[in-house]
């Protein structure tokens, strides 16, 4: 059984920095894709950004330019940069580990980004 743990959330300062770590444990297997997701109350969940096999990245344009993903998909641990932070930024994040045989959910970390 495959768990993923985050870490890394917190309160800070409009234009303030924060660093997300997720790592998963258990039987892991080379991951497919790994990715960071954010959720507001009463929205829908939403990719933020994404590793894809080795070397496909993509961002949500709302990010692009702030936040850095980066990752070893062999160990399966992802870590988001995030910089320039702004008050709708603020969500409860999820990391997200897919593989041939599993496909995991981190338990969530929240950010909130406010003076």
């Known amino acids: 059984q495959v768990q993923v743990v985050e870490s890394g959330g917190g309160l800070v300062q409009p234009g303030g920095s924060l660093r997300l770590s997720c790592a998963a444990s258990?039987?892991?297997?080379?991951?497919?894709?790994m990715a960071w997701y954010r959720q507001v109350a009463g929205k829908q969940r939403e990719v933020v950004a994404e590793?894809?096999?080795?070397?496909?990245?993509n961002y949500a344009e709302s990010v692009k330019g702030r936040f850095t993903i980066s990752g070893d998909i062999a160990k399966n641990t992802v870590s988001l940069q995030m910089n320039s932070l702004k008050p709708e930024d603020t969500a409860f994040y999820y990391c997200?580990?897919?593989?041939?045989?599993?496909?995991?959910w981190g338990q969530g970390t929240q950010v909130t980004v406010s003076s």
């Open positions: 997200r580990i897919v593989s041939l045989v599993y496909a995991v």
């Open positions: 258990g039987t892991i297997r080379s991951a497919l894709r």
């Open positions: 590793i894809i096999s080795r070397s496909n990245i």
